[in-house]
């Protein structure tokens, strides 16, 4: 592992008794220290080599969480990864790829993001108090009417990513005519869209990427309630049961496990050691890879409010991943607890095995297409679906006659955020074909995993 903070290294270390134990590092920097150097970004060396992120600040719980979740967003895949706390100060270390599909990426950007949830330089950090949640971010109604095409959502989406806009709803409607009228209802992760500057340049890229078709472009503050949009039909009682069952029925497997690269997966591992270390549970998973499989397991963990001492995700060996933490409960104590070892392995294999979930319905006399995104305890979603579903459609060359998110959907196991596709038959693709269905269907999932 690259050295670690201060003037004394932290780790692992064993004991004459033969058990593995962690050793905190000794030095904390000074108070005073400049926060810009809590994230450093570095290039690779040679060509072809990963960049290495950076994170050296106070702790505070659920930080690997973040630092995954905006990694994610960014449209980075991460290569391994080394971390370690005492529970006053973190370390992180992360080497990265962008995504070959991935839209481009603004490292300064990302620094800067990064940066914002790094708990600050103060005493308050060292106390472990917890720091005021910042105030949400303005809402922004985008609307736009262009001729509509084949890829044409995604095209508008990919804009927004590389501009930093987030999406939080979005209604899009196709008239009879083959007009497109869309809602977006965005945020600013620059906090910048109240400027008129920043909401030229945006309509000025949207309006390039929509063509010569395209008769308006528009950016202004928004109310954004519940009300704000027409609303979302409700899922139908089967399609609700196949999407969000906490067990995998025969029908599920043949939706959400159409490749083989999937069915790899039933054989994942989740192993909870209490031997090897007398003050820490080592929670061992080897899994296939995919996208956002790190930050599937920080997010369960930081659901579970489970703190990690020290942690390695190691480079992909023959399309597997290994990842080893060293985890305890938030009042300091080793998961001794059989119930609880047995709920949280069968937490994360499951959510190892489909993170999302997909699938194609009927909705009436139409074919529709639908995800659902696990939901944080702190009401955020995994980012890049949109992104990443819009792709999958645009590659198939099926069109997109209606689409809606934005929608939560509570169960006994948590809370889900619903994308749903209203998708248009083409010659090529006859929706009532069943092995067409399924083609979507893995077309989609392996976009979203990354496969």
């Not at 971390?83 to 370390?91: A, E, K, L, N, V």
């Not at 481009?104 to 914002?116: F, H, I």
């Not at 969000?244 to 159409?258: D, I, P, Q, T, V």
């Amino acid at each position: 592992m690259a050295k670690y903070f201060g003037k004394k290294e932290g780790g692992l270390e064993k004991g004459n008794s033969g058990c593995w134990s962690f050793q905190a590092a000794g030095a904390v920097p000074d108070i005073g220290v400049p926060s810009d150097d809590a994230v450093v970004i570095q290039k690779g060396k040679k060509q072809g080599e990963p960049f290495v992120i950076t994170v050296n600040c106070p702790d505070k719980a659920g930080l690997g969480c973040d630092v995954c979740w905006i990694i994610l967003d960014f449209g980075l895949y991460i290569v391994k990864g080394d971390f370690t706390t005492d529970g006053i100060w973190c370390y992180i270390v992360i080497w990265v790829f962008p995504y070959s599909t991935s839209p481009t990426v603004r490292w300064s950007n990302l620094k800067e993001r990064l940066l914002a949830v790094c708990p600050a330089f103060s005493v308050s950090a060292f106390l472990n108090e917890t720091p005021p949640k910042p105030a949400p971010s303005q809402v922004f109604l985008l609307t736009f009417c262009s001729t509509d095409r084949k890829g044409l959502l995604h095209d508008v989406t990919r804009v927004l990513c590389e501009l930093e806009l987030m999406i939080q709803r979005v209604k899009l409607t196709t008239t009879p005519d083959g007009r497109v009228m869309d809602l977006f209802f965005i945020t600013d992760n620059l906090e910048l869209l109240h400027t008129k500057k920043r909401r030229d340049d945006a309509c000025e890229k949207l309006s390039a990427v929509l063509g010569e078709s395209c008769t308006s472009v528009d950016i202004r503050s928004a109310t954004y309630t519940n009300d704000s949009v027409p609303p979302i039909s409700s899922l139908s009682q089967s399609a609700a049961a196949e999407l969000f069952g906490s067990e995998l029925s025969e029908k599920e497997e043949r939706s959400h496990a159409l490749s083989p690269d999937v069915k790899r997966l039933m054989g994942a591992s989740v192993m909870i050691d209490n031997s090897l270390s007398p003050a820490h549970s080592l929670l061992q998973i080897n899994c296939v890879d995919q996208k956002g499989f790190l930050y599937d397991i920080m997010r369960i963990l930081k659901d579970y409010d489970i703190q990690i001492a020290y942690g390695r995700f190691s480079p992909v060996n023959k399309g597997y991943r290994d990842l080893d933490l060293f985890i305890h409960q938030r009042d300091g104590l080793k998961i001794l607890s059989v119930e609880k070892q047995d709920e949280l392995i069968s937490r994360l294999k499951l959510e190892m095995l489909h993170p999302l979930r997909v699938i194609i319905t009927n909705r009436g006399p139409d074919t529709e297409l639908v995800i659902a995104n696990p939901v944080e305890l702190s009401g955020r979603g995994r980012p890049m679906v949109f992104y990443d579903a819009t792709l999958a459609l645009k590659v198939l060359g099926i069109c997109v006659f209606s689409a809606e998110i934005g929608r939560r959907h509570s169960t006994d196991k948590g809370e889900w955020e619903v994308y749903r596709f209203l998708l248009e038959e083409t010659s090529k693709y006859k929706l009532g074909s069943m092995v067409v269905r399924n083609q979507i269907v893995d077309k989609v999932r392996r976009t979203l995993m990354g496969w």
